[in-house]
């Protein structure tokens, strides 16, 4: 699987079934946040995946027990590693659509997000019935103020993140929930951070994001792309980098150096998205990446809006200066 | 794109049942009259040549097997981790029963349950399982002699010995095993990927082949009777790998079949003449000569997205579901 092969471009030929990626530590608060979900008056019928027996039970006629098999596909690729039982299961399960209209998935506490994210992009019939609408994380306030910085599984969590659910944040002092929060912004600067004291969240704010449409990846809010002065101190561990510079790219030196980046660091790359302005197109080239799999498309005209291209990266041992530097060459 | 050759063969359709669910595996009675269907909704039944649909089983949470023994019994499996042999429920535990296969004596039932095989002889009295395997078993084929069932799992197949439920050998291979199918012979064991891609192995001289180069994972596999092809799906085409060639299929370009307009997914040879049947996810069904012809030389339509199809053990019969739940049965006899 090559960065610029894959194609993540969605079958427009059938209404898709979305699904939200539930992670979380041991403990966090995750089968209460589903219970939340499943309880919630939202019309939807859910089917839940779950990987392990949580503390408190689930109460839904569609609970399946995944054995959470990571499979590496043929080619060796780390970055292919996918959940092989999730491809079995919801291919059968989708064989009667008509059953459930949404589906959850909790993985266990120590789960890298990863192949699961990676399953609906590299099996073409996962692609063609189901769309990934957002991993939701669920942080235990008090645990992993205690414990972020040496658990690579809760920062890997993080940086995976489209919501973040700050559970049990009554456990701890306002301090050290600010603290806490300063670190996850760190990590993933872009997702959004709900605070809860028993994963009360409105529903709405976890479910039916629609986070891996590339029409959201225009929603950048202004602001996350600026320089966070902090980021030189965090080189060996995750975090957040954002750019933005103005002008044209040129397509080609851009799909070199992405393909090239891809191919170096899409181990450390969790995820990644961009607005781009390519020299000759009138539209905005959008696009986003788990890893080293990569999906983009032109969406809706700059007109009279200054051409200008954003990109952001979470990742394990970003070098800045570098992804900077690489990304002005490419400017047409 | 090929055209439709003159010396076309015929299928015409006998009946056809709306039966609602997706059809999930058919299996037909050894006399051919009748065929058994596994729905998704649960129900396992027959049809037979007169229209006639009977509910013989249930598996709450869907159907996913079924197998008729040549010896008379039926066996089903389902996602309520039970199996039924000739209504009577067993159960395995709570994984899914995806797979289920009778010996091809009839005496014994082999069952693909979670990571484990289970064999049960058709009184359903006793009983054996295998160990665990390192994955769920995704696939089962019997060896045509019947000492052995061989089981697809994620890393390999494995071979388990019919007797004590031992696994006597591992065929290792570095990826994830969605069908399996021995040679009409036993000689050979071709599996089909997920990573459109499918691998040989011949068993008795201990040599491996691979085959790349398909455009999504391959879960159709089919032998010809005369062991001269294998068919394999992963496509809009149909693959036939040529086993008659002196070096066989290594180095060589395989045969093409395209008339498909959509993926295909299902396969199986005619087992008295060896015309082939496919299926495609767009309702074609075509039949096919790999040994004198690339053309089409018959074919039908199913009124949704095939699912499986099976040929009656005398081949005058084609039995073919859809995945929005219709059964069509061909009359093929000439």
């Not at chain 1, 959004?192 to 994001?209: E, F, Q, R, Y």
């Not at chain 1, 181990?267 to 302005?277: E, H, P, Q, S, T």
């Not at chain 2, 004198?292 to 039908?300: K, L, M, Q």
Request: proline letters at 4%.
């Amino acid at each position: 699987m090559t960065a610029t092969e894959t194609q993540l471009a969605p079958d427009q030929t059938q209404t898709k079934i979305p699904i939200t990626v539930l992670t979380g530590y041991l403990g966090a608060g995750k089968t209460t946040l589903l219970n939340r979900i499943l309880t919630e008056q939202h019309g939807k019928r859910i089917a839940v995946i779950e990987n392990e027996f949580g503390e408190i039970g689930i109460d839904n006629e569609l609970v399946i027990d995944a054995d959470e098999e990571i499979f590496e596909m043929n080619n060796g690729c780390i970055c292919c590693t996918v959940r092989g039982d999730l491809i079995r299961i919801l291919g059968s399960l989708m064989r009667s659509r008509d059953r459930f209209d949404y589906i959850l998935i909790e993985t266990t506490g120590l789960a890298d997000p990863g192949p699961v994210i990676q399953t609906f992009f590299v099996d073409d019939e996962m692609q063609a019935l189901l769309s990934l609408d957002g991993i939701v994380t669920v942080v235990d306030a008090a645990h992993a103020s205690l414990h972020l910085d040496d658990s690579h599984e809760i920062v890997e969590q993080i940086a995976f993140a489209d919501v973040i659910v700050l559970n049990k944040s009554d456990l701890v002092s306002a301090e050290q929930l600010e603290a806490l929060q300063g670190r996850i912004h760190s990590i993933n600067r872009f997702a959004k951070v709900h605070h809860a004291t028993n994963a009360d969240v409105p529903i709405d704010a976890v479910i039916g994001l629609e986070a891996f449409s590339l029409e959201r990846v225009l929603e950048f809010e202004p602001g996350l792309l600026e320089e966070d002065p902090e980021d030189h101190e965090h080189d060996e561990t995750v975090t957040s980098v954002g750019i933005e510079i103005p002008g044209d790219l040129d397509d080609d030196k851009l799909n070199a150096w992405l393909g090239k980046l891809l191919q170096e660091k899409g181990l450390d790359i969790f995820r990644m998205k961009g607005v781009l302005a390519i020299a000759g197109s009138e539209d905005r080239y959008v696009f986003q990446g788990v890893h080293m799999l990569f999906d983009g498309q032109p969406e809706r005209p700059w007109g009279e809006t200054p051409r200008s291209n954003q990109l952001v990266f979470i990742g394990r041992n970003l070098n800045r200066s570098e992804l900077e530097e690489g990304f002005r060459a490419c400017l047409a | 794109m090929s055209r439709l050759a003159t010396t076309a063969a015929s299928l015409t359709v006998q009946t056809a049942a709306e039966l609602g669910s997706h059809v999930s595996s058919l299996a037909w009675a050894p006399d051919g009259e009748k065929v058994a269907y596994a729905l998704d909704d649960g129900t396992v039944g027959t049809l037979d040549q007169t229209g006639a649909a009977r509910t013989v089983a249930e598996h709450p949470g869907g159907a996913l097997a079924v197998d008729w023994s040549p010896a008379g019994p039926l066996a089903s499996g389902g996602r309520d981790g039970t199996i039924t042999i000739n209504g009577t429920r067993h159960t395995l535990g709570s994984a899914w029963v995806e797979r289920v296969a009778w010996r091809p004596d009839g005496k014994l039932l082999a069952a693909a349950h979670g990571r484990t095989l289970h064999f049960w002889d058709p009184e359903g009295i006793s009983a054996k399982q295998s160990e665990d395997l390192p994955a769920t078993i995704s696939c089962l084929q019997w060896h045509p002699r019947g000492v052995l069932c061989a089981a697809g799992t994620y890393g390999g197949a494995r071979l388990i010995r019919a007797s004590d439920a031992k696994v006597t050998d591992h065929l290792e291979w570095k990826g994830s095993i969605l069908e399996l199918a021995f040679s009409f012979d036993g000689k050979r064991l071709a599996h089909g990927n997920q990573d459109a891609s499918v691998h040989f192995w011949d068993l008795s001289k201990r040599k491996e082949l691979e085959m790349w180069g398909y455009a999504t994972k391959v879960r159709e596999l089919a032998w010809s009777p005369s062991g001269r092809w294998l068919a394999t799906g992963g496509g809009h085409a149909v693959t036939c790998w040529d086993f008659h060639r002196r070096r066989g299929p290594a180095g060589s370009k395989p045969v093409e079949l395209e008339h498909h307009t959509d993926r295909v997914t299902a396969l199986q040879f005619r087992p008295d003449t060896g015309l082939l049947a496919s299926g495609s996810r767009d309702g074609m069904v075509l039949l096919w000569k790999p040994d004198n012809t690339t053309d089409v030389v018959g074919g039908s339509a199913a009124p949704g997205p095939i699912s499986t199809l099976r040929w009656s053990p005398n081949g005058a019969r084609l039995a073919v579901g859809t995945a929005d739940g219709t059964l069509t049965m061909f009359d093929a006899a000439r």
